[in-house]
């Protein structure tokens, strides 16, 4: 990590589809633990007035709810397992901010360095909206890793990238109203879609139309292949940034989410 971050990053995102069963478990394991450290840059809420309500789970955001985590307690001590944390509550104040829709280009090489970025920009969109956020991968078709008001731990979501693989066409379009669609979801005052994709449609469409429905569309492609994201961005308005590698990427979410 101290001589080359983006070679051991990428790297490590390989070995997650290792096919020797213990090389790839231990490579996961790993990989969620680094990549969201790699991602814990900036402040992880908005500022603005709160209020108390019942979240799920994270050791940061408040008291345990014992009340509304009674059943998966109970249901717990009754099996003889450890509770999951997805299924547990707590007290704990939310500020109004921002609503994230990360859509992540899997229609191309998706290894490697690639592969890496798109892990580490869904644990820094975890990181910064830990309560109103989505990812979606997109090729032919759009799946969500995670969905807008589905709630999932970090670790989960960034395991769900990681088991990505590239392949088919791309079709931007619908990448996009997808994104419309999970922040249509949210009460957030301010909305954003990330798309981190070098914007080569390849799928009938016009992303710019769909580009036009969205509240804020940041863009964020490869610095080495970023001539029709940067097009695209001009023809929408949106705003335009580059990253070098997975290592890059919670620095230019910072400056798309903080910088306006």
């Known amino acids: ?7 051991m990053l990428a790297l490590l995102a390989d070995l997650t589809g290792a096919t020797d069963p213990k090389l790839r478990d231990l490579a996961r394991r790993l990989a969620g633990r680094l990549f969201l450290d790699v991602s814990r840059r900036g402040p992880a809420r908005p500022r ?5 309500r019942t979240q799920p789970f994270r050791p940061d955001r408040g008291d345990l709810d014992i009340d509304a985590s009674m059943e998966a307690l109970m249901a717990a001590r009754a099996s003889g397992v450890a509770v999951d944390p997805d299924d547990l509550r707590v007290r704990g104040w939310e500020t109004p901010g921002t609503a994230v829709c990360l859509c992540v280009d899997r229609s191309g090489s998706m290894g490697g360095e690639p592969l890496a970025t798109a892990a580490v920009a869904a644990a820094a969109v975890a990181w910064r909206a830990p309560d109103d956020y989505a990812v979606l991968s997109f090729g032919k078709e759009v799946v969500a890793a995670k969905s807008q ?3 999932k731990s970090n670790e989960a979501v960034v395991d769900a990238v990681l088991a990505l693989r590239g392949y088919g066409t791309t ?3 619908g990448a996009l109203l997808a994104a419309g669609e999970q ?5 957030a ?6 798309l981190l994709s070098d914007c080569r449609a390849t799928e009938p469409g016009d992303p710019a139309v769909a580009a036009g429905l969205l509240d804020e569309l940041v863009i964020i492609a490869p610095e080495t292949d970023a001539d029709d ?3 695209l961005a001009d ?8 990253v070098s590698g997975p290592s890059d990427v919670a620095r230019a979410l910072s400056a798309a989410l903080d910088d306006r």
């Open 1 to 7: 990590m101290e001589d080359d971050p983006d070679e």
């Open 48 to 52: 603005g007035v709160g209020r108390l």
């Open 149 to 151: 008001d589905v709630a």
């Open 171 to 173: 079709d931007v379009e």
């Open 183 to 187: 922040l249509s979801r949210s009460r």
């Open 189 to 194: 005052g301010r909305k954003v879609t990330i």
């Open 229 to 231: 994201a940067k097009e």
């Open 235 to 242: 023809a929408t308005g949106a705003r335009f940034l580059t």
